[in-house]
């Protein structure tokens, strides 16, 4: 059974298992949606996320689009993330159905 293609969504470090874990596992990651890099600390240098440190050193295409909303990704079967600590109650085995 062939593994599903992810796009890949988190900014905190909280995602950063999940990136590690599926890049392990040769998952076809197609690419990560992270937030924009934002100001941070007294010089309010630009700080890129988590996420996006680990995906640029896994060699993974970075995404950082200025608004969630909207058909940013349209075309994409589904999109499964985790938010606020939470699981989104995907599981893999779903992923196989027709949508």
């Given amino acids: 059974m062939a593994k599903p293609r992810i796009l890949f969504m988190g900014t905190p470090a909280f995602a950063l298992p999940s990136l590690k874990i599926l890049h392990e596992q040769k998952y076809p990651i197609i690419g990560v949606v992270s937030q924009p890099d934002r100001p941070q600390g007294r010089g309010l240098k630009e700080?890129?996320?988590?996420?996006?440190?680990?995906?640029?050193?896994?060699?993974?295409?970075?995404?950082?689009?200025?608004?969630?909303?909207?058909?940013?990704?349209?075309?994409?079967?589904?999109?499964?993330?985790?938010?606020?600590?939470?699981?989104?109650?995907?599981?893999?085995?779903?992923?196989?159905?027709?949508?």
């Fill in 47 to 99: 700080i890129a996320p988590p996420v996006k440190i680990l995906a640029q050193e896994i060699g993974l295409p970075v995404f950082q689009p200025k608004k969630s909303k909207g058909r940013v990704f349209s075309g994409k079967r589904f999109i499964s993330s985790t938010r606020h600590g939470r699981g989104s109650g995907f599981r893999p085995d779903s992923a196989q159905r027709n949508y």
